[in-house]
């Protein structure tokens, strides 16, 4: 193998350039040419490629957000569009690819390097740490910090004026951000798509915070929660408390950005280093992970189809530390 590329893909996360810069300078320590691919799968069926080098990724370590850009790409889902794709690797001279993304990123991987003989491998990039095969995933680390500074924030103004604040963080289909926020917060409770909403059970805990005449409250919802999310939550508890004052605050796109933190720097820089290795070693369509400081390659299919599950413990600890 002489060269190979990198390209990022689907929701940008913190800790991906450190995982760029990881994957182009061990390829070139190794004696291999580096191409970046623009533009997740959209730019590699179009042709979006460019050289790298050591100076290509020079002073991007501590940047959020992803210097090869990303986007979605429908035309990929085609066998059509995967065999442009293919013919512009294969025009490059690119002899294995490392894809750095989520749950699309892979599924999509898998397909392409079974249809064509082109090697992927994978490094977890996304915020909502989704993927079987590693204990947490570029950009989680930094996305629950995000929003623990950002709830903390909250929660000074919602002690200063005696309120109630339902503050929505990212998790479409998962509540690990939700949960481990929730916790490093004190929120009093939190609602994840794992786990059945009992409403009921919520009022409950207001009405005994009312009581003990708590002056702030904060409950954190999953954008993916079955109630339908932060403004829905908002409907039930007024019904309830119309004499509350409630906030409802999305959190949004701010978990996605901003300076990845240490330990992601670290984690993102080892996956991409060992995501060479492995491509050199002759392994494709597996995914890089860390589990108890370990290096473990998961197959594409798996990493994808097999979500960790929510530990009963973390949602325990919201309710008896709250």
Known sequence: MKKIAVFT????????????????????????????????????????????????????????GTILHSARCAEFRSKEGRQKAFEQLEKAGIEGVVAIGGDGTFTGADIFS?????????????????????????GYDTAINTAMAAIDNIKDTANAHNR??????????????????????????????????????????????????????????AEGDETGGAFKI?????????????????????QRGGRPTCMERVRASRMGMEAVNALLAGKSNVMVGQIHNDIVLTPFDQAVKHHEEINPILLEMVEMLS
Not at 115 to 138: A, H, R, S
């Open 164 to 221: 109630l604040f339902i503050i929505e963080v990212m998790g479409r289909d998962v509540g690990f951000i939700a949960l481990r926020s929730a916790i490093a917060t004190g929120a009093e409770a939190v609602l994840v798509p794992e786990s059945q909403t009992d409403t009921e059970a919520l009022i409950q805990t207001l009405k005994i915070n009312q009581k003990r005449k708590k002056r702030a409250n904060i409950i954190i919802v």
């Open 9 to 64: 893909s689907g929701g940008d996360a913190p800790g991906m350039n450190a995982c760029i810069r990881a994957v182009v300078r061990t390829a070139l320590n190794k004696g291999l040419e580096v191409i970046g691919i623009h533009r997740g799968y959209q730019g590699m069926i179009e042709g979006e490629f460019v050289v790298m080098n050591n100076a290509s990724v020079a002073g991007i370590i501590h940047q959020g």
């Open 114 to 138: 079974k249809e064509f003989d082109i090697p992927f491998v994978g490094t977890p990039g996304t915020i909502d740490n989704d993927l079987n095969g590693t204990d947490f995933t570029i």
């Open 234 to 254: 908002e409907e039930e508890i007024k019904k309830r408390f119309p004499f509350y004052e409630t906030k409802v605050t999305i959190l949004g796109h701010i």
